[in-house]
């Protein structure tokens, strides 16, 4: 039997008080988050009595001039109303603004000698200003979304697939949009 060398034991308490420092140090970290679910039924700004998504249904869009931009308008409609529609009495509107661009991804034709693109990409941009009843600015963003497709060598097939990659982006340009919105929102309601 030997007796305990009193460095290892001095050496071991200070790793043992390390630790225990960690430890606080990571607990006040994360107790000083604010973290609530996606999908809360709490209200988004403070002093609101209704929930998140009723908050959200009351958002009016004001009309998009180009075809991706009301397929954009369009869910995001159905989105914030939960299929419901546009609201009678909005509290806030929504100035959306929806550029496309599509774009040749490969220059490459293996079976013919004509160097025609055969994949593509669209791109949907979307700038949005958010006001509340009064016309104060709530949010300005820009999010966007790309989508690829394949091109054919048949005209009607390329164009179809064309528009499937628009439909496709403009779904989940309007998700990302009304992420972004809850947020902005969440983050307005902090301020008031």
């Known amino acids: 039997m030997s007796l305990p060398d009193p460095e290892k034991s001095q050496a071991a308490h200070l790793l043992r008080r390390a630790a225990l420092f960690g430890l606080v140090a990571s607990l006040a970290l994360v107790s000083a ?8 039924s709490a209200p988004l700004t403070v002093g609101s009595q209704v929930g998140a998504a ?42 959306l603004g929806v550029s496309e661009l599509v774009e ?6 293996v079976q013919t000698e004509e160097d025609e693109p055969t994949a593509g990409t669209v791109t949907l941009t979307a700038n949005y200003v958010l006001r509340d009843a009064t016309g104060a600015v709530v949010a300005v963003g820009k999010r966007s979304i790309p989508s690829s497709f394949d091109r054919p060598r048949q005209e009607f097939a390329a164009y179809r697939a064309q528009i499937d990659a628009e439909n496709r982006a403009a779904r989940e340009l309007a998700d990302l949009l009304r992420l972004a919105i809850a947020q902005d929102l969440a983050k307005h309601g902090k301020k008031a």
Do not use: M
Request: net charge positive; aromatic share 8%.
């Open 104 to 109: 040749s991804a490969a220059i490459v034709q």
């Open 33 to 40: 988050c604010t973290v609530r679910p996606l999908y809360s």
């Open 54 to 95: 009723a908050e959200l249904a009351s958002i009016s869009i004001k009309p998009v001039g180009s075809r991706a931009g009301q397929q954009v308008r369009n869910n995001l409609i159905f989105a914030f109303g939960q299929g419901s529609g546009e609201p009678a009495s909005p509290a806030y509107t929504l100035d």
